[in-house]
């Protein structure tokens, strides 16, 4: 079955305490990213990648870190954690370019405190 | 800056209705458009897209419009049934440049039987 699986779905850490969110899909897609979804926000692209060794920032890399060392996996990385980072995290894949027909994951919901 | 918007946050109709959902656009160069629904905790589901070389395109029971003159894209759902009740988001890229994914703040679209 093709699918985005991201983990942990829920998490409660501390501030400036570092946390990887990992996400992986099985479908070999090129073009991953990753997304926060807050409150009258909407969905804010934080990072993509368009393949291997290949990132870029979007709207919101501030406070993030990203890796793309394997095609299927698209690990977000917070190295020190704040309250403002509480939010819903969603990691996309895509075969095509700028995200078309993205498959989103189920999320990760993380509290900061 | 780029940016994409919505009319109206929450639309309400009743089960049967035809369903019209818009989105306003600021960036001129975005040339891929993309429909997403997103139902209660489940991550955004593709819908439909529409490159900017097309003016309409259907798919089942779904039509999306783009008008470039005035940067508006429109969802249209026919025969709206109770399990089209869900979050409504469109997104633009630009598949010729940055490649960044802009997603609106979301339509609440509201089925009642």
């Known amino acids: 079955e093709a699918q985005v699986t991201q983990n942990p779905r829920y998490l409660i850490t501390v501030t400036g305490k570092k946390l990887t969110v990992t996400c992986s899909q099985n479908?070999?897609?090129?073009?991953m990213s990753w997304y926060r979804q807050d409150p009258g926000l909407g969905l804010r692209q934080i990072y993509y990648?368009?393949?291997?060794?290949?990132?870029d920032k979007g709207d919101v890399p501030e406070g993030y870190k990203v890796s793309r060392k394997e095609k299927r996996n698209f690990p977000l990385i917070l190295e020190s954690p704040s309250p403002n980072q509480t939010s819903l995290y969603f990691c996309?894949?895509?075969?095509?370019?700028?995200?078309?027909?993205?498959?989103f994951g189920q999320g990760t919901r993380l509290t900061v405190v | 800056g780029e940016s994409v918007g919505l009319h109206l946050p929450t639309l309400s109709v009743q089960e049967g209705d035809n369903s019209i959902i818009n989105c306003a656009y600021s960036?001129?160069?975005?040339?891929?458009f993309i429909w997403y629904k997103q139902e209660s905790g489940k991550g955004p589901q593709f819908i439909i897209d529409?490159?900017?070389?097309?003016d309409k395109r259907q798919g089942q029971r779904v039509t999306v419009l783009l008008n470039k003159t005035v940067k508006h894209l429109s969802l249209q759902i026919a025969a709206t049934q109770p399990g089209d009740s869900a979050v409504y988001f469109c997104?633009?890229?630009?598949?010729?440049?940055?490649?960044?994914?802009?997603f609106g703040k979301g339509t609440k679209l509201t089925v009642n039987p």
């Open positions: 996309a894949s895509s075969l095509g370019r700028g995200g078309s027909e993205a498959f």
């Open positions: 960036n001129s160069a975005s040339d891929y």
């Open positions: 529409i490159r900017s070389n097309m």
């Open positions: 990648s368009m393949n291997v060794e290949v990132t």
């Open positions: 479908m070999n897609h090129e073009y």
């Open positions: 997104a633009e890229t630009n598949q010729g440049g940055s490649e960044k994914l802009v």
